[in-house]
C-alpha cells in the first residue's frame, strides 16, 4: 500500500458565511460586506472567511460574528438572552464551481439579533451596510447604482435559504424574540413578524395568539411608552419554544 500523500489530493477549503438578519427601520435587513480583494473585487457578499485548522465550525461561525458585528453567540435554547446572537448552521454548499480559487465548501449560518448598529468592515471586506433583503434579492433594482446588487459567489443562494428559514421558524417557534431586545412589548413583536413575512397582521388577533400560548412570553414586570402612546407591558421570552398551535404566515 502507497504511503499517505497529501500533495496528491487538490486544494480543498472550508469557509463559514453569516446571514445576519435584523430589522431596522420595520424592515428585514441583512449585513452585506463590499469585499476588497479578487475575486468578486468590488461586489457585496455576506460576511464570513475560512475555517482556520485549530477551529471547528461552530467556533469558525461564531469568530466571524464577533469579527464583523462584535456580537457573541448566545446558546439557540435560550432565545433572547443577553446581548449575545441567535446563531444556528443554516446548510451547506459546495458547488465545484462556486469559488473560482479552488474546491470551496461553505457551511453557512444564520444569525438574528435585535436593531444592530452601523456594521464595520473587517478581514478582507473594505465596507460593510445593512440592506433590505427585498432589495439584495431582487437583481433588478440594485440597490447600489454603481453596479448591480447581485451579490459575490453564490450568496443571493445563501441569503435566500436564510431569509425563508426564519420566515418559516417564527410560524412556530420563539425564534421570532430574538429580533426583540430582552424586554418587549407585544405590538413591538408583532412588527418583526410585520417586517419578516413583508405583510401587516391583525393586533387584536396577535396579542390573544402570542400571550395565550403557555410559557411563550412572561410579564417583565413593567410599562413603556417607547412607541407613543398609551404605557404597553412589557414582556420576556419564556421557557416554551414552540408556539402552539403555529401562527401560519398569510398568504401574499
Excluded at 14 to 43: K, N, S
Excluded at 74 to 92: I, K, M, S, V
Excluded at 227 to 240: D, V, W
Amino acid at each position: 500500500m502507497s504511503p499517505y500523500d497529501p500533495s496528491a489530493f487538490p486544494p480543498f477549503a472550508v469557509t463559514v458565511d453569516l446571514v445576519v438578519l435584523t430589522v431596522r427601520r420595520h424592515a428585514l435587513c441583512a449585513l452585506v460586506v463590499r469585499r476588497g480583494e479578487q475575486p468578486f473585487q468590488g461586489r457585496w457578499a455576506l460576511p464570513g472567511g475560512f475555517v482556520r485548522g485549530d477551529e471547528d465550525l461552530a467556533g469558525a461561525a461564531a469568530r466571524e460574528l464577533a469579527e464583523e458585528t462584535g456580537l457573541c453567540a448566545h446558546d439557540p435554547a435560550q432565545p433572547g438572552a443577553g446581548n449575545g446572537a441567535h446563531l444556528e448552521q443554516l446548510a451547506t454548499y459546495g458547488d465545484p464551481g462556486r469559488d473560482p480559487r479552488m474546491r470551496v465548501v461553505s457551511v453557512a449560518h444564520l444569525v438574528l439579533a435585535p436593531d444592530l448598529p452601523a456594521p464595520r468592515a473587517g478581514g478582507d471586506a473594505n465596507l460593510a451596510r445593512w440592506a433590505p433583503v427585498d432589495e439584495l434579492l431582487d437583481a433588478g433594482t440594485g440597490f447600489d447604482r454603481e453596479e448591480s446588487a447581485q451579490l459575490a459567489f453564490d450568496h443571493a443562494r445563501i441569503l435566500a435559504d436564510g431569509v425563508e428559514r426564519a420566515r418559516s421558524k417564527i410560524e412556530y417557534s420563539s425564534l421570532a424574540t430574538a429580533f426583540c431586545p430582552p424586554e418587549f412589548t407585544v405590538g413591538e413583536l408583532r412588527r418583526v413578524y410585520e417586517a419578516v413575512w413583508g405583510v401587516a397582521l391583525d393586533p387584536r388577533n396577535f396579542h390573544r395568539k402570542v400571550t395565550g400560548t403557555p410559557g411563550f412570553l412572561v410579564p417583565a414586570g413593567g410599562t413603556t411608552t417607547r412607541q407613543g402612546g398609551r404605557p404597553a407591558q412589557l414582556f420576556r421570552a419564556g421557557g416554551a419554544t414552540l408556539l402552539n398551535p403555529p401562527m401560519l404566515r398569510p398568504e401574499v
